[in-house]
């Protein structure tokens, strides 16, 4: 307890030129090799520059702090269309845990954000697609999630398929792949995030 | 839809056998006498699958048996290896042999595991349906061909119920009507759609609209002169 | 004095409409139901809302070509919907499979079995409101099967590994040991199941009684699978119609009592037990080293005219392939019987009747994935 008082700020410093000194008479014991790994952070109060410059104020574009709390937390809507919602699920589940970036899926559109198109958007799906579009409140996103999604990937020729989903709704991020790694798709969400930040002022 | 018959160069299965079993040396000298007998063979290669009379005490009997008087033309395909004796009738009879072919002990064939449409283009459309016997453990299939124009086939739907929506599913993409079914609408197409056969073979495949493409064509195209 | 009673507070028929985009429905399924308070007097189910044409696009491919659209089809099994197509062609050319080839396709099969039953287990849970619970135990299991599968195949989903004649190339060197681990994962997986859900009280009353079907019913309706297992028939193409090596195997086919949702769970639970046992024997039998395709494998795949119905026992049923060939290197036609189109088919006959709470039970026990259904 009383080592920790002394130590706090210029540990290092003074390790530094005492160690060819004052040579080490003896091993230290467990205990006390205990006590100097316990030993507390550093902690200097009043050294961060913005609170030197404006004390206890903090000014931020007020589009920024929107931005922030917008990428923040996106929520996309549940819809899994195809074969890319299971890499969907796959992201959201433990492995890669997409709730660290504040992403959390919601199974309705009137509380979303974003819209993961993951899959193949049919002919008659496209008017779902769209509905629930537009059931999304302002501001909203799309990601279109694969090759179907994007173009219509590998099924693009056949007649009863939408060659992408933009043909009915903006796109704002594409993630390319058939299906995309679920590495991908947090990229994509990341893109996103970026995109929000960029665009805040518009 | 037909690909070009007898330009690849390459020998099928059918012909690198002989080829090798009639040269002395294994690889190399097998390759240069293949070419002129595998063109040869193909020639030979047949348009139509090749038909095998079924064994006798084959389960066609047994049908010939439970409907007397019904035209059957049975025959084998061998590639099915045995296990399924072919069934050709006409749609007239279609209802008959197939309430026999549920009802009847002798064959007992409970459940229906696949009813497809083939489309055969010049020589109309053909509904195929592949009937099983948990008992008898024995299959049949049952084939019966109709022309474009008159493109109705009795319903079986009553009969086995698993033919519902596979029933369905045939007129969508086929275009065959199964008279007597109950609830004809449209499945995996929109309800309106009921004028476009997908699976057809004069539905062509479409066309790639090129959004991005109007772009990546002017690069292109400086390169090219 | 007679007293009436105001008609508008009687209870009459409302018809509800479900999908196609909600999350309890596997995808993009639509159903409306009809209720009379909380009875369901009739379910009109609306597919194709994924009818993408697979089998149209096959039919303009080669036939290796056509071997991702199988894995596109049937995207949890997707070794199950290769194989039966790789079998069907297999039989028109008249090749023989190597036997290290056959085994490693079992093997992969069974393990994707796993992994699809796994995703089963998980979507069954939130259907009964255990609210993710189960998805987070389930789908690392997965996640472990589809590492082994990536290491092996190079892909996580879309394997497109099996060929016509055997596989695409060898598997990894540590590929047995690799397997071995990822058992010892699954049987923890299934331990974790089993305290989870198999046991609990409250699922047990939630799914038992529910959607019962009696095996004639099922024969009738054309179900096949787990769904029909449950019924109580003892229907396995695996045991009763074998194909590849599975032959040489010693496994159960468990069998349902009542034909109701538990049942259908149990089925699946104990499948993938026996699945267990299975890879373990393969692992066993599986020779050492030797040819993983044909030596008289020619290089352009071309097929006499012909035609051939193949069936594979996929984790949701009778996956057949049904090939018309005219010769040359592409199918004349092609058509996908896929099992969770046909269990589909039966969900009016089970939904009637039961309580609208049920009705989402009932369909996730049918464990559908819609690609298939729509193909």
Redo the contacts between chains.
Sequence with gaps: MTAQKAAPPALPEKQVEGAPAVAPQREQTGVEREAERLTPAPYEPGTALYRQILPGILQVPADALLAVSRKSSLWPVTFGLACCAIEMIATFMSRHDLDRFGIVPWPSPRQSDVMIVSGTVTKKMAPAVKLLYEQMPNPKWVIAMGACATNGGPYTRYDRVLQGVDKIIPVDVYVPGCPPRPEALIDGMLALQHKIMEERNK | MTPPEGQEPEATSGTTPESAAASPTPEAAAEKPAKPAARAVKEAEPKEAPRVAPPPGSINEKLAAAVPGVALNAYMVPEMKGECVTVEVSRDDLTAVMTAARDDERLDLKYLRCLSGVDWQEEGLEVVYHLWSFTKKHSLQVKTRITYDDANVPSIATIYPAADWHERETRDMFGINFVGHWNLLPLLLPEDMTDHFPLRKDNPLQEIEEWQGEHLREGAGEGDE | MVLERDPALEVVDMPINMG??H?STH??FRMVLVVNGEKIVDVVPH???????????M??MDFRQGI??CD?TE??AQFSAELAYCLAVE?????QVPERAEYIRVILTEMNRLSSHF?FVGAFGIDAGVFGTS??YA??Q??FLQEVFEEVTGD???YAYFRVGGLAWEVTDNFTQRVHQVLLQSQQGLKDIDDLLTKNEIFMARCQNIGRFSADQA????LSGPMLRASG?P?DLRK??PYSVYDRFNFEIPVGNYGDVYDRYLVRVEEMRQSVSIIEQALEQLPPDGPIVPE?M???L?T??????A?VESPRG?W?V?L?S?????P??L?M?SPS??N??ALR?MTVGQYLADAVMILGSMDIV??CV?R
């Design positions: 196609p985009q999350p995808g993009v597919i194709g809302y994924m009818h993408r044409g697979g089998e149209k696009l039919e303009a991702g659209y596109r995207y949890l039989r028109l050319m008249d090749l995703m998805f987070t789908f690392p997965r996640e996580r989903l879309m024969i009738a309706a054309g028939v229907w009763d119609e008289k020619p290089r352009r071309r006499p005219p012909g035609e051939v119905y069936k009778e057949g049904y018309v005219k010769g040359g290197d592409k004349y036609r058509k019987r189109f046909c589909l088919s006959d819609l690609c729509d």
